[in-house]
């Protein structure tokens, strides 16, 4: 026992903090799932899902129940283990690529020295266990959806590569701590600096999560469900919970590189000192908002349900806020870091994560051949670019000594005036395809 | 001891993959274990306190070579060698000779090990930070062999490309 | 702590193991994974190497063999593809014309 103690204490703290990722994650993705049900509605101009629970707030558990309790089919001439296995690869992979961002000061599970690097490269192994799910269901579908997924994953795997390469130049570490601790040491954010690098990492973050503009490999209205066309239960939801999965770890990996992470907006800058209150003040209109809504619940059981939210929120605005005052302050000095970064880093993965469904609702699907063309002979390019314009502002910066908004603006406006040649580029020789009868 | 059980552990995970990949009839199969023998070899990279190794090998090799390795065995169809003779007619011959050169390397460390420096381990302070001394050997001592290397990568993309397209 | 020895017969049996898939396997596709397999030994010894004298160099020359790794795939599964549509065949022992 006294063996045991030993040895765990040393790893007491991450131990807490990957328990907590394992545990959470899947309720987090559940809502997230709710969310975006809701924000469709919205822009859909209707409701959403309002039975289950008030406003429909127990969806989610009710959905995770549901695909529980379905039968769980494996075709007959699948590949059984590899069928079996395939769902785990994606979900661990996506899990396991949590394990290195830091979430606040105090919440990382390693501090690796590649740790950026580590996120990027065990995400991306979540590829086999699409791949792999595609292939042993024996079908059709499935293998068209795994064979789109692999080609898209590797096409703009390197544009978002490239884009974070620009990052890290300015970040000059690969560490996830030491480049948030390297943006608050600029003063600002590199969305500032590199703002081609963030749009040409949105773009590929969406392409490689699957979404929508993005969604070939399980394009509906072509392939069925594409690779996860076979699976059903409880696989299914593993399936999806890994899609969601991935989605917060690029939302993390660009709130890490281009939104300064952990930090306030205007961290350094003492007259922005009253966006501390933000937090509470946003827990606050929550509850304010659920008491308001609570006597409008046609049953009694729903209109406690409402209250209870409304408490609980009110609780975390407290809690939120309690580190604003000195004397707490004083006794706990960590935890005004701990909790508002927490609290900063996950507003910022919701925003980005908000970003993509906006974008999911507003854009038509892309063709296969689309997609690759835009990845190719625009993303690319534009990314490489932009890994020499940020390079030369650097080198402007750092030994001929110019100013920062001098140097970063001028390699931004010439980056901005590579796309739009690569842009015109591409459209005129679009233009050409479609005259030539579209014979490659 | 951690590195002891870290070591063993990753050591008979990529063994017995290895041979896995080269006995299994199906070549998805031999590809999954290609990449769990690569992914233990990155372990043992990390446990060699090379941390940009352990990430080069998992990007690289286990997110990019395999995937390229799985996207051609999809594209081209293995149910039919599924039912095909696995080994070739000669394959007494060569396991005979493989085995040969293995025992001969055996002998030679078995025997060698004595006359090596093989003792304490330098400390592992000296591989910290491993991303700075890699970078920095890569782009110091080793500029060139570095270009050239890019320029190989260069010479096999565009050798893939025309090698696979139908119409030049 | 490890001897250093144990790297080596490590790196030795997957090397082997990769040699004897290459000479006795019939599917082009196994080979060229298995002469990875091998190229993923020679690493393995770089970078035991590289810790024995604490220092770098050997990681910089497992990137090359990463490098080299990749050249080949890429190469080798076109050559694979190209060969695929010509014969419809991936057995390694039926590519015994030099032209046809």
């Not at chain 1, 005004?336 to 699907?365: C, D, E, N, Q």
Request: aromatic content about 12%; some cysteine.
């Amino acid at each position: 026992m006294n063996a045991l103690i030993e040895f765990v204490k040393p790893i007491l703290v991450p131990l807490i903090c990957a328990l907590v990722i394992v545990g959470v994650l899947p309720l987090i993705t559940g809502y997230i799932v709710l969310m975006e049900r809701k924000i469709m509605a919205d822009m859909q101009a209707r409701l959403g899902p309002m039975r289950v629970g008030p406003h429909g707030l127990l969806q989610p558990i009710a959905d995770a129940l549901k695909l529980l309790l379905k039968e769980d089919i494996i075709p007959d001439e699948a590949d059984k283990v590899i069928f079996w296995i395939a769902p785990l690869i994606s979900v661990t992979a996506g899990m396991l690529a949590m394990s290195a961002l830091a979430i606040g000061p105090w919440f990382q599970v390693a501090d690796l020295n590649v740790g950026i690097l580590f996120v990027v490269g065990i995400g991306a192994l979540g590829l086999f266990g699409i791949v792999l799910g595609g292939w042993s269901s024996n079908s059709h579908y499935s293998l068209l959806g795994a064979l789109r997924s692999a080609a898209q994953l590797v096409s703009y795997e390197t544009a978002a590569g490239m884009a974070i390469v620009g990052a890290l130049l300015l970040a000059g570490t690969l560490s996830t701590r030491e480049i948030i601790m390297a943006q608050s040491d600029y003063g600002v954010w590199f969305i500032v600096a590199a703002p081609v690098g963030f749009f040409i990492y949105v773009v590929a973050s969406i392409a490689e999560t699957n979404r929508a503009p993005f969604d070939l490999p399980e394009a509906e209205s072509e392939l069925v469900a594409g690779y996860m066309t076979e699976y059903s239960g409880f696989r299914w939801a593993l399936y999806f919970l890994a899609e969601y999965t991935n989605m917060v770890v690029v939302a993390s990996i660009a709130t890490t590189l281009f939104l300064g992470g952990w930090l306030r907006p205007f961290a350094g800058t003492p007259a922005f000192n009253f966006l501390d209150f933000a937090p509470s003040l946003l827990m606050l209109v929550v509850a304010g908002y659920s008491f308001y809504r609570a006597p409008k619940q046609p049953v009694k059981v729903q209109k406690l349900f409402m209250i209870g939210v409304g408490l609980a929120f009110l609780g975390l605005a407290g809690i939120l806020a309690a580190p604003l005052s000195a004397s707490v302050n004083a006794m706990l000095p960590g935890l005004k870091p701990g909790l508002h970064g927490a609290f900063w880093f996950l507003s910022k993965v919701g925003l980005y994560i908000y970003l993509f469904m906006w974008l999911r609702f507003t854009f038509p699907r892309y063709r296969f051949d689309q997609l690759m063309r835009l990845g190719w002979t625009f993303l690319i390019p534009l990314s490489i670019v932009n890994v020499m314009g940020i390079a030369l502002a650097l080198v402007l910066h750092r030994q001929w000594g110019w100013g920062h908004v001098p140097a970063f603006g001028l390699t931004t406006v010439l980056t901005l005036a590579v796309a739009g040649w690569l842009a015109q580029a591409g459209e005129k020789k679009e233009k050409e395809h479609a005259m030539a009868g579209g014979e490659a | 001891m951690l590195d002891q059980i870290v070591f063993y552990f990753f050591a008979t995970l990529a063994v017995i993959s290895a041979v896995l990949v080269v006995t299994r009839r199906n070549v998805v199969q031999s590809a999954i274990f290609l990449i769990t023998a690569l992914l233990a070899t990155a372990g043992i990279f990390l446990q060699l306190h090379a941390e940009f190794l352990f990430i080069v090998q998992v990007i690289l090799y286990a997110g990019g070579i395999m995937v390229l390795f799985v996207f051609v065995i999809m594209l081209i169809n293995v149910d039919v060698s599924l039912h095909q003779i696995q080994f070739n007619r000669q394959w007494w011959l060569g396991l005979l000779l493989a085995l040969v050169l293995g025992a001969q390397l055996t002998v030679a460390i078995a025997v060698g090990r004595s006359g090596l420096p093989l003792g304490e381990p330098a400390p592992a302070k000296m591989l910290e930070p491993s991303t700075q001394l890699v970078g920095r050997v890569l782009f110091t001592e080793y500029m060139l062999p570095f270009e050239i290397a890019s320029i190989l990568l260069l010479v096999a993309m565009i050798g893939a490309v025309v090698m696979a397209k139908k119409k030049i | 702590m490890i001897p250093t020895s144990h790297y080596l017969f490590l790196s030795l049996g997957l090397f082997t193991i990769g040699v004897i898939g290459v000479v006795t396997r019939r599917n082009v596709i196994v080979i060229l994974m298995s002469i990875e397999l091998m190229l993923n030994a020679v690493n393995i010894n770089l970078v035991a190497f590289s810790r024995l004298v604490g220092s770098a160099e050997g990681h910089a020359f497992a990137i090359f063999i990463i490098t080299d790794a990749a050249a080949e795939a890429a190469v080798g599964l076109g050559i694979i593809i190209a060969f695929f549509r010509n014969r419809e065949t991936l057995l390694g022992d039926e590519m015994d014309l030099l032209k046809w």
